[in-house]
C-alpha cells in the first residue's frame, strides 16, 4: 500500500480481499460478537467490533499512528484523552487559546475534578519552564488556533514535553492530518472533533485520539467505563466522508488562500487573518510544518461592527453558522458564537473584536465565492488609516 496520503484516505484500513467482495466496508450494527477460543470479548462500548475497527485503522493510518479509538464526539475525545493521563492533584499546561468548549471544560470542570491548570504563551518557553511543577502530567495544545489562526511553536512544545516527561495532547482539528500530523514531530496523543474537516459534511458528530498501541489502550479503557463511543453507523458515514479527505482540503486551501489574497486587497477589509499570507506573524512557521494552510481565516472590515452585520447579511453563499470544515461555506463572528461565553475583556485581551469575522471555507468555486464578496462589499466605506 502507498503511504501517500491521497491514497491512504481512501484505501488504508480496507481488508483485501474485499469483504464478501464488497468494494464498501459494510455496517456491522451488532452489539455484540461471539467468542473465539482464547479471544476476548467484543462488545460495542469495547469500541471493537468490526465497523468499529475498520474506522480506527483508517484514522491511525492517516494520522500515522500505531492506533486509534473514536469517539460520540470532540469533545468525548479530548476529555476521555485527558482522564486517561491526569488523576486528581495532578496538573495540565495548556499552551495559546483553544477552543471554547475545551476551554470550559479545562477552566471550570477540571477544578471540580482535581486538575490543576496552568495557560501559557505558546510562543514564550520561559513561561512553560516556569509552570512546570513536580505535580505537571501533561501538556495540551491546538495546531491552529480559533479564530485568528495562529500556529504556535508546536515543535518546541513537543520537545519541551519529551524533557520533562510529559505526556503531550494535540487538538488537530483544524489542519486534520491531510496538512499536519502531529505525531511527526513527537505529539503523543492527537484528538479532533470528525465532526469538521474529517467527516466534512456538517451531518455527524463524531471523535478520535490518536496514539501508541499503549496510549490508546488506556484511552479505550477509559472510554469503556464513561460511555462516549461511536455507533456502526456514525462509524460508516465518517470512514465515507473519510475517502474524499484529500481533494476537499485541498480545494478548500485553494478557495480560502484566494479569498484571503482578495479580502486583503480590499479597500473596505481593515485586516485579514490567514496563515497562507505572507503578512500573518506565523506564515513562515506553517509553512515549514503544514503542507498547505487550511480552510479558515478571519478578518475584520474597515467600517467596524456595523459594517460587519451588514457584511453576514448581505453575502448570499456562506451561511451564517458555527462550525467548520465542511464542503459549504460558513461565516460568524465569534464574539456571539464560538466565543461568547467569554466576557468582552477576555475576548479583547484575545484579539478577537466584535466586529471580526470568520469564514470557514467550503469547495465552492473561487470565483463565486469572491464575487459574492464583492457584491457584499460594494459601497462599503474605505477606512480612512489605509
Ligand atoms: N476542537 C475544536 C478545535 C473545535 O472547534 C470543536 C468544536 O467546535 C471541538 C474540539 C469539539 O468538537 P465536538 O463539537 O465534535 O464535540
Known sequence: M???FETLAVHAG???PARDRSVVFPIYQGTVYEIEPGGGVDYIRYSNTPTQNYLQDKLAALE???AAVVTSSGMAAISTALASVLAAGDRIIVAGNIYGGTHALLAEEARRIGWGVDIVDADDPAAWAAALTPETKALYVESITNPLVRVGDLAGLARFSREHGLTSVIDNTFPT???FQPHSIGYDLVCHS???GLNGHSDLVAGVVTGSAERIERVRHHLMLTGGVLDPHT???LSRGLKTLAIRVKAQGENALALARFLEGHEAIAEVHYPGLESHPDH???AELFRGFGSMLAFRPAGGL???ERLLKSLEIPYAAASLGGVESLVTRPAISSHAKMTAEERAAAGIGDDLIRFSTGIEAADDLIADFTQALAGEEAPMDR
Open 194 to 196: 470528525a465532526t469538521k
Open 14 to 16: 480496507e481488508p483485501r
Open 235 to 237: 462509524a460508516f458515514l
Open 64 to 66: 500515522g499512528a500505531e
Open 2 to 4: 502507498s503511504e501517500r
Open 284 to 286: 513562515t512557521r506553517a
Open 177 to 179: 492530518p491531510m496538512l
Open 306 to 308: 456595523e459594517a460587519a
